[in-house]
C-alpha cells in the first residue's frame, strides 16, 4: 500500500537518516526513513517537541513500505529561525512546507501533524489540497472547531489558561519554562511515558538561544482571522483525539467533522495523554495506514 513513488532527490533507505532542506533562505533539519520509492508521509511535530517525536511511527510506517519526512518545524531548526513575531504566522509556515515539497520532487504527500503541526496540516489541506492526499490531524482539531471550543466550552477555556502565559512578550514566558533547570518545561512533558532522553532532548534544544522564544512565536502569532478565512477540508481526513488530553476538550473534536467535506473518521484513544505519537504509536500508526488505504 506504501509502496507508490513519488519523485526523490534524496536517497533514504533503511534506518531514520538525518538531512537538510532549503526552501529559499531557510534551511529545515529533518529526519527520513523508508524506502526511496515508498509512498510519502509527511510528520509534522508540534511544541514543545521536535521530529524525534514521529521515530516510532516513523519506524512503523517504515516498515509497512512508506518514506517518512519528518522536518523540524520553523524555528525548532537552527536554519530556519527568524526573529520577527510575524514570521511565525500559519501562512509563511505553510508555505514554507510547501517548499520542501517542492525542493523533495513531491507533488502529493500523506501529512500527519501533532498538535501545531496538525494546525499546519489543516490549513496545509485547506489552502494547498492539490498537494495533500489524505491528512491525519492528531491532537488538535480543525481550528474553527477549536476556534469554537476556546469562546463557547468552559471545559476547553480552562484547558487553555496555558495560553495566556505563552504569548507574553518580553521574554516572560521563557524564564517561566526555564527556571529550575526547565523544570516546568519538563514536566509539561511528564505523564505521556515518553522516553527521558527524548525529553532531555527537547528540553536541550529549546534551551539553546533564541530556539524557545521562536517555538512560542508560534503561538504570539495566533491569528483567528487567518482561521476564519479556512474552506472545509476536502481531502480524505483522520481526527485522532485522546481522551486523557490536558490541553484539548471533547468539544472541540467532536465538532470537526463539520469542517471536512470529504470522507472523514473521528478516532478516540481512551486514557492516552495528549503526546499520543510516542505514548500509542501503534494505535496511531494504524489510524494512520488505514486513512492511506482509503486514497
Known sequence: MCGQPGRQRNRVVGSVRGMQITVGEMV???RVSGPEDGRPVLLLH????NSRSWDAVATLLADAGCRCIAPDQRGYSP??????VEDYAMWPIVTDTVGMLDGLGLD???????DWGANVGWMLASWHPERVRTLTAVSVPHPLA??????????????????????????????VLLA????????????????????????????QPGALTA???????MSARQAAQLEP???????VWSSGDAALARAGAERCGAHVSADYRFVELDGVSHWIPEQAPDALTAAILERMATA
Open 28 to 30: 529545515y533539519d529533518a
Open 46 to 49: 508540534g511544541f514543545p517537541q
Open 79 to 84: 536554519g530556519a529561525r527568524p526573529l520577527a
Open 108 to 114: 502529493r504527500v500523506d501529512v500527519v501533524g501533532h
Open 146 to 175: 477549536y476556534g469554537w471550543a476556546f469562546r463557547h466550552d468552559p471545559e476547553q477555556q480552562q484547558k487553555a489558561t496555558y495560553i495566556a502565559l505563552f504569548r507574553l512578550p518580553g521574554g516572560k514566558a521563557e524564564e
Open 180 to 207: 529550575d533547570g526547565a523544570r516546568r518545561l519538563r514536566r509539561m512533558l511528564d505523564g505521556g511515558d515518553l522516553d527521558p532522553d527524548a525529553i532531555e532532548e527537547y528540553v536541550a534544544a529549546l534551551s
Open 215 to 221: 517555538a512560542l512565536n508560534w503561538y504570539r502569532a
Open 233 to 239: 477540508v476536502g481531502v480524505p481526513t483522520t481526527y
